[in-house]
């Protein structure tokens, strides 16, 4: 064999054993879980054909705790470039076979130096997390490899979009990484994020659970909202990605992808006309309206296991992306809590860092009242949305279909608040409060002294509602552009959109607002 087949045969051998991982029986061990192995997963993600592996023959430099000469594959992490549906991503996939994907300081290097270079090229970030956390014998360099990950993290935050699949254990301070991106997918019963695990729980306070319980996919999905996305499995975690990306600018320079042809559907519904009921009490599911409204299977919810009371949700207008946030009627009666108040902003927040039009969809009676909800922090959390669509420059459209009250109706982006566009189903009551607390505010007296109370109550709420409860006043003070037939919303939020294209919105230069946190 000649020297430079000799040299040639040895980059085969030497790909072939960083390929293996942590070996064949890893492999067997990894699948007998559910899991692929962090190339298997790679390949579903990209294309066929393009796909650049970087640092593949990296070393961790580790003597300490046996760890001198240790062989570990690629330091446990796969990183590399590619196109995903056409567009260039770059990713970091932890290889779980490799001592479990834990994070040494070259390990957190790979990842670090991707994300360097996915923010240089102005493309997504994808990370795979499946890992034991920080690697027990490299120590404070380990911490230091996590701190720059965090670090990075943050400089990617709001230049391009940064997405986790959390597909294996991520639990202490590597649960940050994930919490610092844009959005969560985990895999249900595999995926597990937790500060501290069952274990430390025990000792720390009594309590005794599980960790599934404590920190698998649905309990992150519903209670804490700390992820976006539930998956079913890999592929599945993967397929979502996926389709999460079709929706999402490369970076903050760029729009989304557009499906547009240029051509505005103005399709009247005369279904849209039936769908508010008749007693301004009774919920109905918004989703009904909002499938109306936006192209046909466009709408890609998220956060769909949390604060169920408000929606968000990207969609597609005339195949344009917009950001889409509407209260839910059938929960809560659409009540805007601390959940969904976090929610929301976070939401409009992602959204204008990353040029997607904001519609709002509006039937909100209130905040939710309650002594829970003001030790909580509501009028903080609330503050959140009020900043967050102020601050928002990309267009604003509002549709109010039935209630929108007081501080709530302003929050989910009135006119006062730099709506571009607002307007009002014929059903919209837009006033300070219902006409029930109004009544019993302002005739207290009145209806005490009345010789039927309750009649005289009945009959001033009928006042109230006629002469308040409408979208008319609104109208006729300018914060209603329009009051529209329902089934012309698409036409209305079509035209909306279509002639906020060139949209200019300067703000006075600062370091960066200061958000209610
Ligand atoms: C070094 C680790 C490791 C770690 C796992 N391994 N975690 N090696 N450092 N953190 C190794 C195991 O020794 C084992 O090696 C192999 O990976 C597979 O692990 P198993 O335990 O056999 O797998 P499994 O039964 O599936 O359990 C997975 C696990 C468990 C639940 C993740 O390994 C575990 O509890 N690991 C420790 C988790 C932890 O305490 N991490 C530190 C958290 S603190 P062999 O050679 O046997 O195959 C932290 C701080 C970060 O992360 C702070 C950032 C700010």
């Not at 834990?102 to 994808?126: N, Q, T």
């Not at 995926?191 to 009594?206: L, Q, Y």
């Not at 046909?296 to 344009?320: D, W």
């Not at 308040?468 to 006043?473: A, E, R, V, W």
């Amino acid at each position: 064999m000649s020297t430079v087949q000799q040299k040639l045969q040895e980059l085969k051998e030497k790909n072939a054993h960083v390929n293996l991982g942590g070996g064949r029986d890893k492999i067997d061990a990894q699948h007998k879980a559910g899991k692929m192995t962090a190339h298997e997963r790679l390949h579903l993600l990209y294309d066929q054909g393009f796909y650049d592996e970087l640092f593949r023959f990296i070393q961790h430099g580790s003597t300490s705790f046996g760890m001198a000469g240790k062989d570990l594959p690629a330091d446990g992490v796969v990183t590399g470039l590619g196109a995903i549906r056409g567009r260039l991503v770059y990713t970091s996939s932890q290889d779980f076979t490799v001592m479990g994907g834990s994070v040494g300081w070259m390990h957190a290097r790979k990842i670090c130096e991707i994300m360097d270079m996915a923010l240089k090229a102005g493309a997504p970030y994808i990370a795979i997390n499946d890992s034991g956390g920080a690697r027990i014998q490299e120590g404070v360099d380990s911490l230091r490899g996590y701190g720059r990950i965090f670090y990075y993290n943050t400089l990617l935050s709001g230049v391009v979009p940064q997405i986790s699949i959390v597909a294996g254990p991520c639990a202490g301070g590597a649960a940050y990484s994930p919490a610092l991106m844009d959005f969560v997918i985990m895999v249900k019963g595999i995926g597990k994020m937790f500060i501290a695990g069952p274990e430390v729980i025990k000792e720390a306070t009594g309590e005794v659970i599980s960790a599934e319980e404590l920190g698998g996919a649905v309990v992150q999905a519903s209670h804490s909202g700390n992820v976006h996305f539930i998956a079913r499995d890999d592929a599945d975690a993967i397929e979502i990605a996926q389709t999460l990306l079709s929706y999402l600018p490369a970076n903050n320079t760029e729009d989304p992808p557009s499906l547009s042809t240029g051509e505005l559907l103005m399709i009247e519904d005369e279904e849209l006309n039936r769908l508010v009921p008749d007693d301004p009490r009774d919920p109905y599911n918004m989703f009904e309206i909002l499938q109306r409204i936006f192209d046909p299977g466009t709408i890609f919810e998220v956060q769909s296991h949390y604060a169920k009371n408000m929606i968000v949700c990207f969609a597609r207008l005339n195949g344009r992306v917009v950001g889409v946030v509407a209260n839910q009627p059938a929960e809560k009666f659409g009540a805007i809590d601390i959940d969904a108040s976090d929610k929301a902003s976070r939401f409009v927040r992602f959204c204008n860092a990353f040029n997607i039009p904001l519609i709002s969809v509006v039937d909100v009676p209130g905040f939710l009242p309650g002594v829970e909800q003001e030790f909580g922090g509501i009028i903080r959390h609330g503050a959140k949305m009020l900043f967050s669509f102020s601050a928002a420059t990309v267009p604003k459209i509002s549709v109010v279909i039935r209630k929108a009250y007081g501080g709530a109706y302003l929050a989910m982006c009135a006119k006062s608040l730099g709506a571009d566009r607002v307007a009002a189903w014929p059903t919209a009551e837009i006033a300070v409060m219902g006409a029930e607390g109004a009544v019993s505010v302002l005739f207290k007296t009145d209806i005490q002294n009345a010789p039927d109370p309750k009649l005289k109550r009945r009959e001033l709420i009928e006042k109230y509602r006629e002469e308040f409860s409408t979208p008319y006043m609104a109208a006729a003070r300018g914060l209603v552009d329009a009051v529209i037939e329902p089934k012309n919303t698409r036409a209305y939020l079509s035209v909306a959109l279509e002639s906020l294209r060139s949209k200019r919105d300067l703000r006075p230069q600062k370091k960066h607002g200061l958000i209610p946190l």
